[in-house]
């Protein structure tokens, strides 16, 4: 299996561009959750989705971030307008169902400058 | 918040010696597991522990439950340079199992 799968692994740009994230899951899992990593506060969770459907976005900080799950095999994390504040590893994993491990991708750097 | 926080956030040992982390939490969970983290890459899962178990091993990892204490304990025993990575907890509420909660992990740095 070739894993969680996520694009780009590095991204700058500009304050004020849109950006998207891209992530696809292991084949197979019905959860997939996006996750944002900084020094100052850790991992966070950000949204999660079941069969494609979003279940909790709780944690998405602000209207300028999206996220959607046209399939079982493909995700997006979008922001617009960018701010160097969002700047940090965005993560993708998917799980096959609950009480399972988690399976992360290798993570999306995002500089905003 | 039910964030976990890990004891001690950085540790760095000589190869061969055993390395130990805790992990505190704050409210009940189903269950908790543990990940690495090598720079630059994915949280990797290492083991996980229900609420009903109070010790697992897997290879040279033996983790610890204490529910009442709300804390786990990760032990890396004869350690490696390999070991060198940041360790993390992570919970599953009774509810919303769905939502795990993650530490904010040790730096493990270990010395050849």
């Known amino acids: 299996d070739a894993g969680v799968i996520q694009s780009p692994r590095h991204e700058v740009t500009e304050m004020g561009q849109e950006v998207t994230l891209r992530c696809k899951p292991i084949s197979g899992h019905d959860y997939l959750f996006w996750y944002r990593q900084t020094m100052m506060r850790g991992l966070e969770l950000l949204i999660y989705?079941?069969?494609?459907?979003?279940?909790?976005d709780s944690g998405m900080p602000e209207d300028r971030f999206s996220a959607k799950m046209p399939n079982a095999s493909f995700s997006t994390l979008k922001i617009q307008p960018s701010e160097p504040r969002d700047s940090a590893v965005y993560f993708c994993?998917?799980?096959?169902?609950?009480?399972?491990?988690?399976?992360f991708g290798d993570g999306t750097r995002l500089s905003i400058l | 918040s039910q964030q976990g926080e890990e004891d001690p956030q950085a540790l760095s040992i000589q190869e061969g010696e055993n390395a130990t982390m805790n992990c505190s939490y704050k409210t009940s969970i189903n269950n908790l597991q543990w990940y690495r983290q090598n720079s630059g890459r994915g949280l990797v899962h290492l083991i996980l522990?229900?609420?009903?178990?109070r010790e697992k091993h897997s290879g040279r990892l033996r983790v610890t439950l204490d529910t009442s204490k709300k804390s786990s304990s990760l032990l890396i025993t004869a350690s490696r340079a390999a070991d060198t990575a940041s360790y993390f907890c992570?919970?599953?509420?009774?509810?919303?199992?769905?939502?795990?909660?993650f530490g904010t992990g040790t730096r493990l740095k270990v010395l050849a």
């Open positions: 992570a919970t599953a509420g009774t509810s919303g199992t769905y939502k795990y909660i």
């Open positions: 994993a998917s799980i096959q169902r609950s009480n399972q491990p988690q399976h």
């Open positions: 522990i229900r609420s009903n178990e």
């Open positions: 989705f079941n069969n494609n459907v979003p279940i909790d």
